[in-house]
């Protein structure tokens, strides 16, 4: 990291494993788990983050002095929005299909406290390198998890990754299916995504004792 | 019986939390205590019961492909549906302060019950997430809109009673350190969410014959739940 001061490297590094937005910060679960059926969704989803985050971040922190902090939530909502809306209109554009998968959950990128929260602890206080750093470092830990379930819900759940059959085809029993192999259809369904959140979470805190909660 | 489909279709089978899980970041921050969790709820539905419908006539008269034809002939080929997202979310958040001014104003008492959680509804996926499935879902009424965002809103609210009831009965339990607080909130709500499941056949069953015709109209199936599940279907099949 020639390019980075230590301190600069540290908001990327730190968000993508002991201060991850999703498993620690409690941010942005909304949209991380309903798209995460699909490898494919969750990286375009992680990517469309990365980019309103980053952006986003840049803009707050330029005009962070002359927002007036009364009205700074609707100031905040509007950039989000705006950078959204472009998030939408290029994947309408270029990936219909996937943007069809994605229905509504482009749009909630805009309320994602991911967003929100970053703009608001961050992006308010710090000038536009950082934050743009510290955006980059947000969503990529926030996209990391969403990679993460989406990799085992396609794989367990229909034994595909991309769309590519990696453990043999189901119906001609070949690769694994030929040893009695089944496909669990449960992890393709919306509750299983929690219950790998929250197995994701059980596995990063017994490694990293000091993050466990205490009530 | 539009009316009563739609009222129970949103509470139980399409419930925000458990089939969508819009508003959960909320719901796991502020479902420690069921009180907390209460008032957070009734603002949800309070402000849903406004801005569903709000949101309604902006999309048919101001946004939809072909909206603006009221305006005279030569409006009717603008299709301003790309603006939705910063429509909607500009109307939650300006209706959002102007209630909490209201509610200020006239009713001290309900302003402290529900004052400190408005400005956190402002972010709240579910409720931009209600306005969003009202659109997409084709919504034909203003009165079907508002049954839409009130019905939304008690689906909500019965999700965080739930698992803040929970929650606080489960502090006495022995849970394994690392999955204590967050991770073990994460598994219940997902085993509450298959319970949930269960609610799916409840509007479908007997009368088969008559009901597709009458949702399809309603409800168009963009959703990705009922697709994960229609593949898992054919999954079976294929395996059977």
Redesign the interface.
């Known amino acids: 990291m020639g390019l980075l001061s230590k301190k600069d490297a540290k908001l990327i590094t730190d968000p993508l494993a002991d201060n991850n937005p999703i498993t620690i910060q409690v941010l942005g679960i909304c949209s991380a788990l309903a798209i995460t059926a699909e490898l494919k969704a969750s990286i375009v989803m992680a990517i469309s983050v990365i980019f309103v985050l980053a952006l986003g971040n840049v803009v707050i922190s330029l005009i962070r002095n002359i927002i007036p902090s009364k009205i700074r939530i609707i100031v905040q909502l509007v950039i989000a929005a705006a950078l959204v809306i472009i998030v939408d209109q290029i994947l309408k554009a270029f990936a219909y299909e996937l943007s069809k998968t994605l229905s509504v959950f482009v749009g909630l990128i805009i309320t994602n406290c991911i967003i929100m929260g970053r703009f608001e602890a961050f992006a308010l206080a710090n000038g536009p390198w950082k934050s743009f750093l510290d955006g980059i470092g947000n969503s990529a830990g926030y996209g990391i998890i969403l990679i993460i379930v989406g990799f085992f819900r396609e794989l367990l759940g229909s034994g595909t990754l991309l769309g590519i059959k990696v453990l043999g085809d189901a119906i001609e029993k070949t690769g694994v299916y030929a040893y009695g192999y089944e496909n669990n259809g449960f992890m393709l369904l919306a509750p299983m995504a929690l219950i790998t959140i929250g197995i994701i979470i059980w596995v990063q805190r017994s490694r990293n004792t000091a993050l466990i909660e205490h009530n | 019986m539009e009316h009563i489909e739609l009222f129970f279709k949103a509470i139980f089978i399409d419930n925000m939390v458990?089939?969508?899980?819009?508003?959960?970041?909320s719901y796991?921050?502020v479902s420690k205590k069921v009180a907390t969790a209460v008032g957070l709820g009734a603002a949800v539905i309070f402000v849903m019961a406004i801005t569903v419908p709000l949101n309604w006539l902006l999309d048919v008269y101001l946004l939809k492909d072909g909206a603006l034809a009221w305006l005279g002939p030569e409006y009717a080929q603008y299709d301003l549906s790309?603006?939705?997202?910063?429509m909607f979310?500009?109307t939650i958040?300006?209706m959002v302060?102007l209630v909490e001014i209201i509610v200020e104003k006239f009713s001290p008492a309900l302003y402290n019950s529900l004052g400190i959680f408005l400005?956190l509804i402002?972010?709240?996926?579910a409720?931009?997430?209600g306005s969003?499935?009202m659109q997409?879902r084709e919504i034909q009424t203003l009165g079907l809109a508002f049954n839409y965002g009130v019905s939304s809103g008690i689906g909500w609210f019965l999700a965080i009673l739930a698992i803040a009831a929970i929650r606080e009965k489960i502090?006495y339990s022995n849970v394994?350190?690392?999955?204590?607080?967050?991770?073990?909130t994460?598994?219940i709500?997902?085993?509450m969410?298959?319970g949930f499941?269960s609610f799916g056949g409840m509007l479908t069953g007997g009368d088969e014959e008559e009901v597709p015709t009458k949702q399809t109209a309603i409800v168009k199936q963009?959703?990705?739940?009922k697709?994960?599940?229609d593949?898992?279907?054919n999954?079976?099949e294929?395996?059977e």
């Open positions: 458990f089939a969508t899980f819009l508003g959960m970041c796991l921050a790309f603006l939705s997202f910063i979310i500009a958040a300006t302060q400005p402002a972010v709240n996926c409720i931009l997430g969003l499935f997409s502090r394994p350190p690392p999955l204590r607080g967050l991770g073990i994460f598994i709500t997902g085993l969410a298959i499941m963009v959703e990705i739940k697709e994960a599940i593949i898992a279907n999954e079976k294929i395996t």
